[in-house]
């Protein structure tokens, strides 16, 4: 391998919205045909294949300057390779590409190249950091105010922050006005509609079509599990709770699941393997699916927990596997009613409570409706609105 080295002052545009930037510098730059490889300050070793960074180019011709969309399309060129390479000493990396008959130059910037690096490191450094927790968690739960909330960017990135962190914020001071919750959640991005409407009210009815609306007690679940593609994250506004009873009831769901897993490995496999089927239906629809309880990425990482016994349909699985799944679906259940993992809070009208509803279940004491008034307005939103929030308040 064999590098060229050009010291300028120069600026590279990566045709991208965000701010890269890092702290880190580059120590050595190597490359061959195939291969650029990158050694960081920090010892890093970054290896870019010639087909990945030639299909990454920023420029014009690669690029649309408006729209910052791809217009470069690999499939139709011969396999690039890397001719030559110009270090600009503090900034990046210009690289000339022979495909064919064709010849192409690019460059890169160190920031970008270090952002959107895929070593194994880069990759598990990129995650998320999510913090699990049990009942002790009550006393570290976050609490932001609604006018810092509302009102500064630092008050949208604490909320932003912990919700992705932690799967569960509180909001406090919220004005108890019926549809408030809706501003809450549109200073973030658009509430995801759902058959219950925008957004719901959480009140005891004499007709309910979920038990929601009743004044009973509810088990930990998370909502619309009936659902292809369940609603990421949940809001609930406390307008009112006067009444006897009726406290809210959270657990982390992927905390219980790591213990299932290392517990009981056999419930946590079936329950990661084969679908449950969950149904919602009443007058006016009938929505359905079959998914996984414990749903696992591509590394065996736990992604979403799906549970929910009142919208648990009738079981359609081979005979053998029907037994073994009561016993895993028991298994899990009685981890999640165990009081250890319980956060136990009483909303009090104006605090508004969010929380993951891929990650987070949530449930409530039962009530007494005579004995005062208890109303909670919900909504939904994916986690698209949020990461789109977090990176556009990163540009700043």
């Not at 990650?359 to 008034?373: I, K, M, P, Q, Y």
């Amino acid at each position: 391998m064999s590098s060229n080295t050009v010291v300028t002052n120069q600026v590279f545009d990566m045709a991208d919205l965000a701010v890269y930037q890092t702290p880190h510098s580059v120590k050595t730059v190597n490359f061959n045909a195939k291969l650029l490889e990158v050694r960081w300050d920090d010892g890093r070793e970054s290896v870019f294949h010639a087909i990945w960074l030639r299909d990454n180019c920023a420029c014009s011709k690669c690029k649309h300057p408006k729209a910052l969309e791809r217009t470069y399309m690999f499939f139709d060129h011969a396999r690039p390779e890397i001719k030559a390479i110009q270090v600009v000493e503090g900034t990046g990396v210009v690289l000339d590409f022979i495909q064919g008959t064709e010849q192409h130059s690019s460059q890169f910037s160190w920031a970008w190249l270090r952002h959107h690096c895929y070593s194994q490191a880069a990759l598990a450094e990129q995650k998320p950091i999510k913090r699990l927790w049990d009942s002790q968690h009550q006393h570290n739960l976050v609490v932001v105010d609604f006018n810092d909330y509302f009102t500064t960017d630092n008050g949208v990135k604490a909320w932003m922050d912990a919700l992705l962190k932690d799967g569960i914020v509180l909001l406090r001071g919220v004005p108890t006005v019926s549809g408030k919750l809706i501003e809450v959640a549109n200073r973030i991005g658009p509430v995801r509609n759902s058959n219950f409407g925008e957004f719901y009210d959480v009140i005891s009815m004499p007709n309910p079509n979920a038990v929601a609306y009743t004044s009973l007690g509810l088990e930990l679940h998370t909502d619309l599990v009936n659902w292809g593609s369940p609603p990421d994250i949940q809001m609930l506004c406390c307008l009112a709770n006067s009444v006897v009873g009726g406290g809210s009831i959270f657990a982390d769901g992927f905390r219980v699941a790591q213990d299932l897993r290392q517990e009981d490995p056999e419930s946590f496999q079936l329950l990661s393997s084969y679908p449950l089927t969950y149904r919602f239906h009443d007058e006016s629809c009938d929505i359905a699916t079959d998914a996984l309880a414990l749903e696992l990425d591509p590394y065996g990482q736990l992604k979403r927990i799906r549970f929910n016994n009142w919208l648990r349909s009738s079981m359609q699985l081979p005979a053998e596997l029907i037994e073994p799944m009561y016993g895993a679906i028991a298994a899990l259940w009685k981890r999640l009613r165990d009081t250890k993992y319980h956060l136990t809070t009483r909303l009090a009208a104006g605090e508004l409570i969010t929380y993951d509803n891929s990650r987070v279940l949530h449930g409530r004491e039962s009530f007494d409706a005579n004995t005062g008034n208890r109303h909670l307005q919900g909504c939904y939103m994916n986690r698209e609105e949020i990461a789109s929030k977090r990176a556009v308040l990163a540009r700043v």
